[in-house]
């Protein structure tokens, strides 16, 4: 596609549900990342991909939050047994080529998904 | 630890006028990126410039143009001839650990007509 796309762009679940996240990168982009961010804060990492091999999941708060990314193209965030504190924007980025390996490297976001736990 | 940090919530600059962010980091990495990253109201990020740390040349993007000092792990942001678009939170980010970017907590930049 012509930018990452997230979908969905907002999501309101009651504690305790289950959410699934979306993120369809660029196409042929290599690495994708996946973010929380809180309003008036900065990007908090959570973990990355290249192509389908889950490369650092340091940033996943606990367990209940999980990542894949199966044909190496599209993601999904799935966080179990919601709670209110994580509700926050869930961005994605995607990058051509992994950071390192490429002069040019630099990550594209999408929109975000706003996700409030009630 | 990788960290990032911009000490600067918030920053103010007349219409025109020349202002500077700051962002300082640590790593261990001899070998690493550097980004600022804008995000306005719309909450979309928008890289305005990067810098790779094996370069001694400080990058410029138009108006944007960086102060790199590797020996200060320094990297701040000035932005010339300021316009009312360029009112936006600022982040600072860096490919500080292997391939992991990390961004500073952000500063909120005012532009005064």
């Known amino acids: 596609g012509a930018g990452v796309s997230q979908s969905p762009r907002y999501k309101v679940t009651k504690r305790g549900q289950d959410v699934a996240l979306r993120c369809d990168p660029i196409?042929?982009?290599?690495?994708l990342y996946w973010y929380r961010q809180a309003l008036g804060q900065g990007p908090e990492f959570l973990t990355y991909f290249n192509y389908e091999a889950q490369q650092d999941k340091s940033g996943l708060p606990n367990d209940r939050f999980s990542a894949e990314r199966p044909e190496g193209s599209i993601s999904t965030l799935t966080i179990q047994r919601t709670e209110q504190r994580d509700s926050a924007m869930y961005r994605c980025?995607?990058?051509?080529?992994?950071f390192g390996t490429g002069r040019n490297t630099e990550a594209f976001f999408g929109q975000g998904t706003r996700l409030t736990v009630v | 630890a990788q960290t990032v940090t911009q000490s600067q919530p918030e920053m103010s600059v007349q219409e025109a006028e020349t202002v500077t962010l700051s962002c300082t980091y640590d790593t261990s990495e001899s070998d690493y990126y550097l980004f600022w990253y804008k995000q306005p109201p719309s909450r979309q990020m928008i890289l305005v410039i990067r810098?790779?740390?094996?370069?001694?040349q400080n990058a410029t993007e138009n108006r944007f143009s960086v102060n790199f000092q590797k020996a200060a792990k320094s990297f701040s942001l000035k932005i010339s001839d300021s316009q009312l678009g360029d009112a936006a939170m600022y982040f600072c980010a860096g490919t500080l650990y292997g391939n992991k970017l990390v961004f500073g907590a952000g500063t909120i930049l005012r532009v005064k007509s």
């Open positions: 810098q790779e740390a094996y370069k001694q």
């Open positions: 196409s042929g982009h290599v690495s």
């Open positions: 980025a995607s990058s051509l080529s992994p």
